[in-house]
């Protein structure tokens, strides 16, 4: 079965930093076609990080350039995500994002919240 699996989350204290790790099964994994999403309460959803294609190149939301990172897990078909400095009372879910052969498969959300 196809599986999109986020870890991490949680309370992380003001200006800490974060760690989230998307694992995906029951489809050939590739490091480009994963992306990580953003959703503020009452806000759209945005894609914040991916690979755009074979070698370094990489795609950053504005709003997060600087202060996210986008990378492969060694040894694992995964990928993190990882960001700097949460703002208290910081409550945003993060979504990981794959496809196969046209067709998309999210993960069920992570909720990161900022404690103050």
């Known amino acids: 079965q196809v599986q999109v699996v986020e870890s991490g989350g949680g309370l992380v ?3 800490g930093s974060l760690r989230l790790s998307c694992r995906v099964s029951g489809f050939p994994f590739s ?4 992306s ?9 959803r945005e894609r914040v990080a991916s690979f ?3 070698g370094a190149e990489k795609n950053y ?6 202060r996210f990172t986008i990378s492969k897990d060694n040894g694992k078909t995964a990928v993190s995500l990882q960001r700097n400095s949460l703002k208290p009372e910081e409550t945003d879910s993060y979504y990981c994002k794959s496809h196969y052969k046209a ?14």
């Open 36 to 44: 990580w999403h953003r959703q503020a309460p009452g806000k759209e």
């Open 103 to 116: 067709v998309e498969y999210w993960g069920q959300g992570n909720q990161v919240t900022g404690s103050a």
């Open 13 to 15: 204290h003001p200006g």
């Open 52 to 54: 755009i294609s074979r």
């Open 61 to 66: 939301a504005d709003s997060v350039k600087g």
């Open 31 to 34: 490091i480009y076609s994963m």
